[in-house]
């Protein structure tokens, strides 16, 4: 029996694309082995990678200038890979912090870059983003970074923040392929796989091919986007399953309508779990309306020792994975995109259930 898992990554995956992997394990396509078995320099792998990277731009709309990579090491490696591709040393680099990942993001790029941080929303306890149009962008940063949407607190931005001639670049992770997005827009979209795209084990990368050529020389070649380009992903041995599910993944997506009607699941899930937090005087939701997240869902009751309770009864309920993060304690429920709505339906029938017995 599958459960409905609202953990934030690895998460829940589309049982289709979990079963379409199952029938093709031992022999995919009349190869006689498994896409785990095959030699990444053969033409059926190499064919799976060029379908995945072909579909991603379709969905996206990824313009021609762009390179489409897909890279080891997480959205973790593309918070040193940022620096080491986009700066000399001496130079500065903007941020703007709104939760625990851009911490992070700003962290590990203070280890290569002067990092300044534009907007600091730890005031609000990371409970939103900047207005648009108040981020004041130096001319002379390297580039501006964001995080597009805070996997821990629930926090996303519905605009992109306009970095003038400085290349903007994204933290896409929990995010990416759930609703539109205006790839012209940025110089770098960085997404972790283990989200809306398949398994852990890859970040995809898309880049403006202008920005290639300058990585410092001392720069690790698995992190070096020009490399990395130069060699279609390829440099060394890529994880070759996560790829092919990848791949399966983005089938799944052009066959569910694409970007388009993601956003509009998403958007009608998300009415839903955010309706039913707002409707009741027993949940809540931290998060400034406006900023509210499509994809991470946290909420809190009132009193803290039910937290618990709620976790594992829903559990019980077939309803796994939510917990808050461990930093931040409480509940979370991500729904990204293989989340249907009746898994958020039947989170909401149990949460209303709960609240009538501890209310
Ligand atoms: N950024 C965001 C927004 C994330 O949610 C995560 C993982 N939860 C990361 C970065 C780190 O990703 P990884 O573990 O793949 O390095």
């Known amino acids: 029996m599958r459960v409905y898992n609202f953990s934030a990554g ?6 289709e694309v979990l079963e379409r992997a199952q029938s093709e394990l031992t022999d995919w396509h009349g190869s006689g082995m498994s896409v785990m078995e095959m030699s990444h320099r053969g033409k059926e792998f190499v064919g799976i990678a060029e379908q995945a990277e072909a579909r991603m731009r379709s969905l996206l709309s990824v313009p021609d200038d762009y390179e489409v990579l897909f890279l080891q090491g ?9 620096p080491l591709n986009l700066t000399a040393p001496g130079d500065s680099a903007a941020y703007v912090n709104t939760g625990a990942w851009s911490t992070k993001a700003i962290a590990e790029a203070a280890r290569f870059v002067r990092t300044q941080v534009l907007a600091d929303e730890s005031q609000s306890n ?21 995080t597009l949407n805070e996997t821990i607190g629930g926090v996303e931005f519905p605009y992109i923040p306009d970095s003038g001639a400085v290349p903007l670049v994204t933290d896409a992770s929990s995010t990416i392929l759930s609703r539109p997005i205006d790839v012209s827009r940025f110089g770098v979209i960085y997404a972790g796989a283990q989200k809306n795209l398949g398994p852990a084990g890859l970040v995809v990368v898309i880049v403006r091919k202008d920005l290639l050529g300058r990585a ?39 066959q569910q309508g694409g ?13 839903l779990l955010y309706g039913a937090i707002d409707d009741s005087d027993f949940y809540s939701n931290p998060v400034q309306p406006r900023a509210r997240s499509w994809m991470n869902v946290p909420f809190l009751v009132p009193d803290p020792a039910l937290e618990k309770e709620f ?7 077939g309803l ?3 917990s808050g993060h461990r930093s931040v304690g409480g509940m979370r429920a991500s729904i990204y995109n293989a989340m249907p709505l009746e898994g958020v339906t039947a989170l909401v029938a149990f949460m209303t259930d709960f609240e009538k017995q501890n209310g």
Do not use: C
Request: hydrophobic share 45%; no cysteine; aromatic share 8%.
């Open 74 to 82: 997480g959205a973790t490696g593309q918070f040193a890979a940022i």
């Open 126 to 146: 990371y409970s939103s983003v900047p207005e648009e149009g108040s981020l004041h962008v130096p001319s002379d940063a390297a580039y501006l970074h964001y």
């Open 259 to 271: 970007v388009s009607e993601m956003a509009r699941r998403n958007r009608a899930k998300a009415d």
């Open 10 to 15: 690895p998460a829940t995956m589309p049982l």
């Open 311 to 317: 976790v594992t009864q829903a559990a019980a309920a």
């Open 216 to 254: 410092r020389p001392e720069t690790s070649t698995v992190l070096d986007w020009t490399a990395m380009a130069a060699s279609g992903s390829m440099l060394n041995t890529p994880p070759t399953l996560s790829w092919y599910l990848v791949a399966l993944v983005l089938e799944w997506i052009e």
């Open 320 to 322: 796994s994975g939510l």
